[in-house]
T-cell receptor
Framework: DTAVSQTPKYLVTQMGNDKSIKCEQN?????MYWYKQDSKKFLKIMFS???????INETVPNRFSPKSPDKAHLNLHINSLELGDSAVYFC????????????FGPGTRLTVL | GIQVEQSPPDLILQEGANSTLRCNFS?????LQWFHQNPWGQLINLFY???GTKQNGRLSATTVATERYSLLYISSSQTTDSGVYFC???????????FGTGTKLQVIP
């Protein structure tokens, strides 16, 4: 069973489009995260949700909007995509807060043309 | 915010060699994890190690929280060990995790 899953795995789209990435975890964790990995492999946290409540928003443009319908799901919607949004986006989850072990999904490679 | 530096940034090993990767952090931490990102991009949990020493097969890790560093040891390296190794820390800030700069390891036959 996949612990943290993301869809789609690859996403190629044109500048200006709106797209969504979905994430689901079956670990029973309370906290979920979105990370962005740039072309230099640097990983940076974007958002964190705890029990469907937004906890961390790391100076991410308003075009990025996370949505958590329940604590097992955290989706990422991106409006008006820009070239600089091209990256790999990882979803992760943990039992509670950043003080416990995090588990990552397989990543979604977004390419904006 | 906390700074997390890893060294060396790049490492090439002959298969069978041993290596030590280092993670230095600039402030006290609540926890620390080591990850391996394989050539397919998957992030694999290696150790959850806020302090002390753990071993898992050919890999072991030691965190000395009071001196603000952690070490990852890889013994008898194999080509499948290739990839990027990250440490990640949580430092007081609720749920915020900061990743290190990574060590890119290439193991050649």
């Amino acid at each position: 069973d996949t612990a943290v899953s993301q869809t789609p795995k690859y996403l190629v789209t044109q500048m200006g489009n709106d797209k969504s990435i979905k994430c689901e975890q079956n670990l029973g964790h309370d906290t979920m995260y979105w990370y962005k990995q740039d072309s230099k492999k640097f990983l940076k946290i974007m958002f964190s949700y705890n029990n469907k409540e937004l906890i961390i928003n790391e100076t991410v443009p308003n075009r990025f909007s996370p949505k958590s319908p329940d604590k097992a799901h955290l989706n990422l919607h991106i409006n008006s995509l820009e070239l600089g949004d091209s990256a790999v986006y990882f979803c992760a989850s943990s039992r509670a807060s950043g003080r416990s072990e995090q588990f990552f999904g397989p990543g979604t490679r977004l390419t904006v043309l | 915010g906390i700074q997390v530096e890893q060294s060396p940034p790049d490492l090439i090993l002959q298969e069978g060699a041993n290596s030590t990767l280092r993670c230095n952090f600039s402030d006290s931490v609540n926890n620390l994890q080591w990850f391996h990102q394989n050539p397919w991009g998957q992030l694999i949990n290696l150790f959850y190690i806020p302090s002390g020493t753990k071993q898992n097969g050919r890999l072991s890790a030691t965190t000395v929280a009071t001196e603000r560093y952690s070490l990852l040891y890889i013994s008898s390296s194999q080509t499948t060990d290739s990839g990027v190794y990250f440490c990640a820390v949580n430092s007081g800030g609720y749920q915020k995790v900061t990743f290190g700069t990574g060590t890119k390891l290439q193991v050649i036959p």
